[in-house]
């Protein structure tokens, strides 16, 4: 039968299970069962316990550091490709490393074109991934990668809220063409900050371009990690004159003193998707769901129809 198409499996890497469960419910398919031995020097060895031959899966798995969930990710994609599926689309909410994408001084790595290499080299016949930290990192890979924008999930939030006077900021300059997009779209004036770094996380001064005295800022960025750019950001601009500061950040790390940084700040409102599960709860956290979106983009893909309509902006 030539119009044949195989079902689809997905499964979950151990630390996107939640998120893989309501991508599963939504696509209309069992969550694939997976079940990891772990060796007591913690060298750990995941099994697929259905047969995948001929199959398209999915694998589900953002890649924040430590290197466990990658290794995770690479093990799944091996396993597979040993048991003959047919097609390995590899589902990284988040990619992890991607902030290593060039040499910004001599003798490092540039680990994001690394981590792509590896993803292949494993078998990944595809990629899906959200809101890269470079769009250019698409170009890393050898393979398809479909880049999703999280706009289409917080630009009806952001709707909702009705907000009077709404101006867009970039916590930097680098994302300066996010903070324009959305901005374009809500048809808001934009802001940027302009930051200088004494090193990695560590912020020495910042400044504002732009006005926003009167105005409910929405801060735009793909990640918050230590959330010292943001909180920084939302306490100038306080003192600046606007009237409230929210947040939108797709990838939630939040590592370090995050939480008590968010807690402490005069930020009114972080707003994430769930690509990268919390470690805590807060009142000032909203946590927005992307489950549709993958599902929506990985049912089109395995019926060979166009994922153009799932891209906002």
């Known amino acids: 039968m030539p119009n044949f198409v195989p079902e689809a499996k997905i499964f979950a890497c151990s630390q996107s299970t ?13 969550l694939g069962n997976v079940i990891t031995s772990t060796y007591s020097d913690g ?25 466990k969930n990658l290794m995770e990710m690479l093990l799944m994609i091996d396993a597979a490709k040993r048991a003959s599926a047919r097609h390995i689309t590899a589902v990284l909410p988040y990619f992890g490393w991607a902030r290593q994408d060039r040499k910004d001084k001599p003798r490092v790595p540039i680990a994001a074109k690394l981590v792509a290499k590896m993803l292949e080299a494993a078998g990944a016949t595809r990629i899906i991934t959200m809101d890269l930290h470079a769009d250019q990192i698409q ?9 999703l924008f999280a706009s289409t999930v917080f630009l009806p939030y952001l709707r909702s809220l009705n907000l009077d006077n709404l101006t867009i900021a970039s916590p930097d300059m680098g994302g300066s063409k996010r903070a324009y997009a959305y901005s374009k779209t809500m048809e ?12 990695a996380n560590v912020i020495s001064h ?11 800022v ?13 909180t920084k950001a939302a306490d100038l601009m306080m003192e600046r004159g606007a009237l409230s500061v929210r947040a939108i950040c797709t ?13 402490n700040s005069k930020l009114e409102e972080l707003i994430v998707t769930d690509s990268i599960p919390l470690k805590q709860k807060s009142d000032k956290i909203r946590v927005l769901s992307c489950a549709d979106l993958f599902a929506g983009v990985m049912h089109n893909v395995h019926y060979n129809k166009s994922i153009s309509s799932k891209f906002l902006m």
């Open 218 to 230: 929405v801060l735009v960025d793909d990640m918050v990690d230590t959330a010292g750019t943001l």
């Open 188 to 199: 808001s004036d934009v802001v940027i900050c302009y930051k200088q770094r004494e090193k």
């Open 251 to 263: 990838h939630p790390i939040l590592s370090g003193n995050a939480y008590e940084r968010l807690e």
């Open 18 to 30: 939640e998120l893989a469960e309501k991508i599963a419910a939504t696509f209309g398919v069992p």
């Open 206 to 216: 910042m400044e504002l371009i732009g006005d926003v005295t009167g105005k409910n």
């Open 43 to 67: 060298e750990f060895q995941p099994s697929y316990e259905e047969s995948i031959r001929g199959t398209r899966i999915f694998i589900i798995g953002s890649t924040h550091p430590g290197p």
């Open 139 to 147: 170009g890393f890979f050898e393979k398809p990668v479909d880049h």
